[in-house]
């Protein structure tokens, strides 16, 4: 009796380690694949932009004076402290002058020796001076007769006038031996009282003698101004400087007060000075002198020698393509920004213009709109997808 061999039972699912292991490989390859970079981006915009350049200032009154004495004497005590306000032609200071010395018996007799010497030298002048006066006169009538040379005329002429001169300093001698006789016949009387006014109105700014005290003529007593009318002295770069016109507007801030004041520049000075910085360098510096156009009532705590911060603006305009500095980068010799495009990084070369502190010009190479990648570093290469974040 035959028998067939039983079918065989197929397996149905025999395909599905290979299907899980292709899932596997989908799943490794789809989780190793590169990730796009978290990046900041900008747009580019047009708007307003300025470039300044900050530096510390100092304010100075622009008109002071220095009241000085102006003759030897005793000083009396100055009544004022700084700060004491001062009229035009104020008393500020009385000096009593310093009296003449009396001549003992025996200074007298010489003083009165050179008197009587400088008189009798006066006459002996003034007749040598006569004498050759004579002699020219006649001299002159005969080279008019031809009678004598013209270089006999011009000794003449010449011993004249030599005999004149001395005549004068004769002259000059008596009178300073008499003026100090006189002097010292007046000796015991006191001198008047001599006044120094105030040369404008103002405040005591500083008062260099307030004791009572000798002084001499020229002594520095006090100095006048007026805190209101101030300047502020500011020590740019010397390239900055020339970029500068006058008229240039300017802000002060970090002077004490709650809201930063407006200035502008009145004058650049012509010459510059080598100024070493404080990591010692040799830096050439120049003033630029800055008047205060906010009015008094809002800074009237602000005096002589205060110190202040100054941004002053080199350039300004209300409308230019601009981008952060942050965005752009060095390329060569070139300013280069990558530009997200179909979210990869293109690098785009930049032609750049004036820059702020946060913001640069673009003058060409970006568009209005383009989104630009910033602090890109060396994380962002050409071609690289990014993801853009916003903060």
């Known amino acids: 009796m035959n028998h067939s061999p039983a079918p065989k039972k197929s397996k149905p699912f025999r ?16 989780g190793l694949r590169p990730q796009p970079a978290p990046a900041e981006t900008a747009r580019a915009v047009y708007g307003p932009l300025r470039a300044t350049v900050s530096e510390e200032g100092k304010t100075r009154i622009r008109q002071r004076y220095i009241v000085s004495s102006p003759v030897n004497g005793q000083l009396r005590r100055v009544p004022f402290k700084p700060g004491a306000e001062l009229a035009a032609n104020d008393i500020v200071a009385a000096i009593e002058p310093m009296a003449a010395t009396p001549l003992d018996p025996r200074a007298r007799r010489l003083a009165e020796a050179r008197r009587d010497a400088a008189v009798a030298t006066l006459e002996k002048t003034r007749a040598a001076h006569d004498l050759a006066r004579s002699e020219l006169g006649r001299l002159e009538k005969m080279f008019a007769e031809k009678t004598v040379s013209p270089q006999d005329l011009d000794n003449i002429r010449l011993r004249e006038t030599a005999a004149a001169r001395d005549v004068i300093a004769a002259d ?31 405040r005591v700014l500083h008062v260099f003698q307030e004791s009572e005290r000798p002084v001499l003529a020229g002594t520095p007593l006090v100095e006048v101004g007026d805190p209101a009318d101030l300047e502020v002295v500011i020590e740019l770069l010397s390239r900055d400087g020339a970029a500068l016109a006058p008229g240039a507007a300017v802000e002060f801030e970090q002077w004490g007060g709650p809201v930063s004041l407006a200035g502008k520049v009145r ?3 012509p010459a510059a000075f080598t100024k070493i910085s404080a990591l010692g360098v040799e830096e050439q510096r120049v003033n630029v002198i800055a008047d205060l156009t906010t009015p008094l009532d809002q800074r009237r705590s602000l ?3 205060f110190r202040v911060e100054a941004r002053v603006v080199l350039w300004q305009s209300d409308r230019v393509l601009k981008v952060p500095v942050s965005g752009l980068f060095r390329r060569g010799q070139d300013w280069a920004a990558y530009v997200l495009r179909d979210g990869r990084a293109a690098l785009q070369i930049v032609k750049a213009g004036r820059a702020s502190n946060t913001e640069m010009q673009v003058l060409a190479g970006l568009e209005e709109g383009d989104e630009v990648i910033l602090y890109p570093g060396d994380r962002i290469t050409e071609g690289q997808r990014v993801k853009p974040v916003k903060l």
């Open 15 to 30: 395909w599905l380690p290979f299907a899980g292991g292709a899932a596997l490989l989908a799943l490794l390859g789809f």
């Open 172 to 202: 000059g001698a008596l009178r300073l031996v008499e003026a100090e006789l006189a002097e010292a016949g007046v000796a015991g009387t006191p001198p008047a009282l001599v006044e120094v006014h105030a040369p404008a109105g103002g």
């Open 267 to 269: 004058m650049v000075e």
């Open 303 to 305: 005096g002589d020698n």
